[in-house]
């Protein structure tokens, strides 16, 4: 992929089964400039990849309105500041209307206001705010309606699709009554005169023929347009052919006693009734699926009280930047990730880390958006604002990983986009075969059979059955601090069968703290450790921290360095006050030469405590020693024995030495380790494993594994999800725990075995359901019924994994 | 949304009513002879 790819999500609706996101993604990938096209019917979003020299996001949209959908765009208004003449208005509007993402921008003089629709998922209210700033005006978001919660157009749909369900039903409720006095078992049943009048039957058909059901006969055409067939084409196939032949009924009764006639009314007016019960399931079942990402969203702070030119005033978070002071009182969430500049409390982070202990933090420590002040008034330096907080950063995970595809889930995808065109060819053969063979000349027992095999057939719970697993599945995982990157890293984890445990940060807490200090004779212990501390001071290493946090723990003063250089896997080089400092392993001393031999016997007796020994050169001879060790995570032993216990080699990698590795692996069970491996040698321990067949899961905290994370055929990241490491690995697991690793394979193990279950189904139903409709087994209301229920029943099947227990 | 479809299903269901009502008042279009097969 070349470097100059953009990548844009829009959202669209009009979608209704997997044909039809099928056929979105063939007409976009045929657009010049795209790269790649991803459409997921479930969450209604669509992610591409194009190249922005070839194409842009209008051409796209356009695209997609052209295929017979819509693109879902939101509209705000501004209030606009500094205008005075029609000049300024015309520039506002210009200068919105050429950024990328927004559809259209209108500004009125008189109301000093701007309407600007746009696509919330390429730019925001924040990014609009800074373009009119950028042009020299003021802009704020319309006073109501950023307090006014943004409507979500999937809940307005649901409404729609409520209100004429209860509509048709009305109508059809009446011609089901007529219906059972045909039956020869139920004929004891009252049916009053006025609804077995042809009609009457036409006038209650006829408005949920149409009026109703347009959204199939408008899906149909877009998709007949399009050249492709979807679940509206059969079912205005099906429910047409019944209406217009009891129509001809009904005018050929003219004259006659219209009562004797059998029309057949009720059978399409009832099959739009329960197809749109159907999609009101499906569109309520949708909007559960997706609660995960409402959760986190719920999360965020509405508001923030910055102080602005001296003054405290209280804005919508849209408008806070960053660099602004922001005040947060005891029991407050923060809203925006920052610094602390003034106070201090204990924050409590469990909604991200999931760690319910508070964390104290003081003046310039970092705060997370979101996370709550529990106890001290406390100023915080906004640094991360709108898209780039944690929080954000969080949900943007979860939501492409919800809305992306496993693998499995083309081969549904290529099923259901050949589905179609073949039941239509079954259907019509039903017919012939019935108005030929079975009945011959009866037309509308044949007709009969033929709009049975239409509706039954319809593909959408095979459309339905894998993204709706993949959503329930990541969104519950997202609950435990489990984010996963893809649906096709939720796929592949559960083929895992062997997992590599980076020790520092991992097994262990990665804080080391000083434990031992061995300088030789020709040096003071203070002076020994001021040199030391002095050199490692330059270093990012957590071991060096730990040096440096012990020896200014003692008050020892550090000293000026001339030169830095950090040496990977071996140790450190520097130059204290003109003297030239190694400190670092064995290798580092052999490298340079320096005689270590009497020093070996003393660090071989810390690294069998688990201790990490550093020796120490300066001016090309030994100077002594210093040790520091890590702690073990306290739940590292229980979830390393569930690992093993779930069947899967546990192995651990460190850049430690054999000893010191093995002591830390003894103590919480481990028995395969792999030692003194140098950062880049991590990938090639992955690649041996992956060799010798096996799927290998690296576990790490994402900086110095990066190689091996994306080696491995699942990388996971410890880490708070603020850093690189979500970016290297497919699953972050926000909680330091180890016990995540075995939740995350535990989950997509589930996952996995719920998708299968509802290809299964939604196949099965379909296999099973074609040959007893064509056979005559099947009255077309019931098909109907029962396909609204095979819907349903593939996304409750679904749903069960939100309520899965980790 | 709920409501006005609601309210639009029940008055179009007491128009058609209405309506055949006043239709059969108005020209006593002759039903025995079904009613008379159907309750037999």
């Known amino acids: ?83 005075t003449c029609a000049a300024c208005s015309t520039r506002v509007e210009k200068g919105l209307n050429k950024l990328e993402g927004i559809s259209s921008a209108n500004v009125n003089l008189a109301l000093e206001r701007a309407t600007v629709e746009y696509n919330p998922s390429i730019i925001s209210k924040t990014d609009i705010i800074k373009k009119v700033e950028a042009l020299g005006y003021g802009a704020h978001l319309k006073q109501d309606e950023s307090k006014q919660e943004a409507a979500d157009h ?49 006038a209650l058909a006829t408005p949920v023929q149409f009026v109703i059901g347009k959204q199939f006969y408008v899906g149909a ?21 019944a209406y217009f032949y009891s129509l001809y009924l009904s005018f ?18 009832v099959l739009i009734t329960l197809i749109i019960l159907g999609k009101l399931f499906e569109a309520r079942a949708k909007g559960r699926s997706s609660e995960a990402i409402k959760k986190l969203m719920g999360l965020q702070a509405k508001t923030a009280v910055i102080e602005r030119d001296g003054l405290e005033q209280e804005v919508s978070l849209d408008e806070v930047i960053v660099g602004d002071i922001i005040h947060v009182k005891p029991g407050e969430k923060i809203p925006v990730d920052g610094i602390i500049v003034e106070g201090q409390s204990a ?67 290529q099923i259901s986009g050949i589905f179609v065109p073949i039941v239509v060819g079954i259907a019509l053969i039903t017919f012939l075969i019935w108005y030929f063979m079975v009945v011959p000349g009866d037309f509308a027992e044949a007709l009969e059979k033929m709009i049975a095999v239409l509706v039954i057939a319809c593909p959408c719970a095979l459309g339905l059955a894998t993204p709706t697993s993949i959503m329930a599945g990541s969104g519950r995982a997202a609950e435990f601090g489990i984010l996963f990157k893809g649906g096709e890293h939720l796929e592949m984890t559960h083929r895992i069968n062997s997992v590599i445990l980076d020790k520092t940060g991992t097994v262990t807490n990665g804080k080391p703290v000083l434990t031992d200090v061995f300088p030789t004779d020709s040096f003071v212990e203070a002076e020994f450790l001021s040199l030391v501390g002095s050199a490692e001071k330059q270093s990012e290493h957590p071991l060096a921290e730990a040096i440096v946090a012990g020896i200014k723990e003692q008050g020892i003063e550090l000293k000026d360095v001339q030169s830095f250089e950090a040496i990977p896997g071996f140790g450190i080089k520097a130059t204290v006050e ?88 003894a103590q919480v069970g481990i028995d395969h380790v792999i030692a003194e491996v140098l950062p880049e040698g991590k990938a090639d321990e992955v690649k041996k494993l992956q060799a010798e067949g096996k799927k290998v899961a690296m576990v790490g905290d994402g900086i110095n594994d990066a190689p091996a994370l994306a080696v491995a055929d699942i990388g996971m990241a410890i880490g708070t999800g603020t850093d690189v490491a979500m970016e290297a690995a497919d699953i972050t697991l926000i909680r330091g725990d180890l016990n ?21 189904w939604a196949l099965a139903y379909n296999s099973l359901g074609i040959p007893i409709a064509a056979v005559g087994f099947l009255a077309p209301w019931l098909a109907g019924a029962a396909m609204a229920f095979s819907s349903v029943s593939v996304v409750l099947n ?9 | 949304m709920i409501k006005k479809w609601t309210i639009a299903g029940i008055v179009y269901l007491l128009l058609v009513i209405g309506g055949y009502g006043i239709y059969t008042t108005t020209f006593q279009p002759d039903t025995t002879p079904y009613m008379e097969e159907k309750n037999h």
Not at chain 1, 221 to 241: E, F, H, I, P, R
Not at chain 1, 252 to 269: D, F, K, P, R, W
């Open chain 1, 154 to 202: 999937r809940q307005q749909e649901v409404e729609r699709q409520t209100g004429k369900f209860i509509f048709s039903a009305i109508l059809s409720l009446p011609l089901l009554w007529a219906m059972v006095g045909h039956f020869s078992f139920t004929a004891f049943i009252y049916v009053p005169d006025m609804f077995m009048n042809p009609w009457v039957q036409f």
């Open chain 1, 252 to 269: 050929a009764s003219i004259g006659g006693n219209a009562h004797t006639v059998e029309l057949y009314y009720e059978t399409s007016a």
């Open chain 1, 740 to 760: 995540s690793i075995a939740d995350a394979i535990f989950m997509s193990k589930k996952t996995i075995k719920n998708i299968k279950q509802n290809l299964f």
């Open chain 1, 578 to 665: 003109g003297k030239d400092l190694l400190v670092g392993t064995r290798k580092l001393m052999n490298k340079y030469e320096i005689s270590i031999s009497d020093s070996l016997e003393k660090m071989d007796t810390l690294e069998r405590e688990g201790k990490t020994a550093m020796l120490v050169a300066v001016d090309g001879k030994f100077a002594g020693m210093v040790a520091v060790a890590d702690t073990i995570k306290e739940t590292s032993k229980a979830a390393v024995k569930r690992l093993k216990d779930m069947g899967l080699d546990v192995i651990m990698i460190t850049g430690d030495n054999q000893q010191t590795a093995k002591s830390i692996a």
């Open chain 1, 1 to 83: 992929m070349s470097q100059s790819v953009k990548e844009t999500t829009l959202q669209i609706s009009g979608m209704t089964c997997a044909a039809c996101a099928v056929r979105i993604e063939k007409g976009l990938k045929k657009l010049d400039g795209v790269e790649e096209a991803n459409v997921n019917l479930a969450l209604e979003r669509s992610s591409i990849k194009f190249d922005p020299a070839v194409t842009n996001v209008s051409a796209l949209e356009n695209k997609v309105r052209d295929l017979g959908y819509e693109v879902v765009t939101e509209k705000s208004e501004f209030d606009i500041s500094g205008m």
């Open chain 1, 221 to 241: 055409y877009k998709a007949l347009k399009n050249k492709s067939a979807n679940m509206d084409v059969l079912v205005a196939l099906g429910t047409s052919a």
């Open chain 1, 798 to 806: 679904a749903l069960r994994l939100q309520k899965v227990k980790l």
């Open chain 1, 347 to 413: 924050i409590d982070e469990s909604m991200l880390t999931g760690e319910s202990v508070p964390v104290d933090k003081k003046f310039d420590d970092e705060v997370i958006g979101s996370t709550i002040n529990k106890n001290g008034f406390i100023k915080i330096k906004a640094t991360k604002v709108g898209k780039d907080t944690a929080l954000a950063q969080i949900i943007k995970v979860v939501e492409e990983a919800q809305g992306s595809k496993a693998p499995i889930q083309r081969l549904a995808d």
